[in-house]
């Protein structure tokens, strides 16, 4: 009987001990957190996991966080989103703060929050799937659900103006470039429907014959622009959703065997269905 009590006497003792040295580890990660040391993040966070029971849920969190953004600043995109997976199991309500967090990272978090809330709702059974030298538990659904619903939310972008689509992929200069030059074909596009009308009816009412080849010369300009600007357009259209389809990557490989399915409705009576598969 006297074992037993000290044995329960010792535990209690070491309580304390074991949370302090929690809260100290939680607090070097944090510094080196601050400090952009971001390798050190995650080997430290990843020998703080293995004692997850040392921890509350919001310390929890907050050690995946950490961890997730720095594989996500690292480029390693797959690494941070079964991080932030294991922040959605903890909470599946859990947002980024904006005040400390980039709007990218941000974006990238919610994007894999709807696709495991998704994943719940179908009532999908995970699987052990092998991560490094780890195993982590994680729905190997999701990955490929990811591709799927991140496609299908570029393409939607990029069917009114091309280059917002590659915007949703990756911010990089291809995705603003595009996106930049189909705003301005649009722009001009309207500009110079409005002057072509302008010029056509100053063309057909002037009288002096003197000045009627001017107002030709004017019309006929600005009709020129007018086409440019719309084959501009179509073209941007084009080598946009050819791109989206068969060239850009979603963030973990090529999608080039699915693309989803989307529908328009007008007016309950009429349809548009697109859809492509390999």
Known sequence: MNKYLIVVILSFISLPVFSQDAKQNLKDLSEKF??????????????????????SNNELIEIYRMQGIAYFTLSDEQSARVSFIEILKVD?????????????IISFFDKVKNLYLLNLDHNEEPEIAKHD?????????????????????????SVFIPGTGHLYLHSDFKAWALTTLSVASIAAGIYYIIDTNKKEKEYLQETDINNVAGKYNDY???YRMRN????????????????LLFLSDTGDAKVISYIPGFDFKLNNSFSFSYQIRF
């Open 228 to 243: 440019f600007a719309f084959i501009t357009y179509a073209a941007l259209w084009l080598y946009s959703q050819f791109d």
């Open 133 to 157: 030298t780890v195993y982590v538990e994680i729905p190997v659904t999701i990955r490929d659900t990811v591709n799927k619903e991140i496609l299908r939310q570029a393409l939607l972008r």
């Open 34 to 55: 601050g400090n952009f040391e971001y390798s050190d993040v995650i080997n430290e966070a990843s020998r703080l996991i293995k004692d997850k029971d040392h921890f």
């Open 92 to 104: 599946s309500s859990f947002e980024m703060n904006p005040s400390n967090t980039s709007p990218k």
């Open 220 to 222: 006929n300009f600005a």
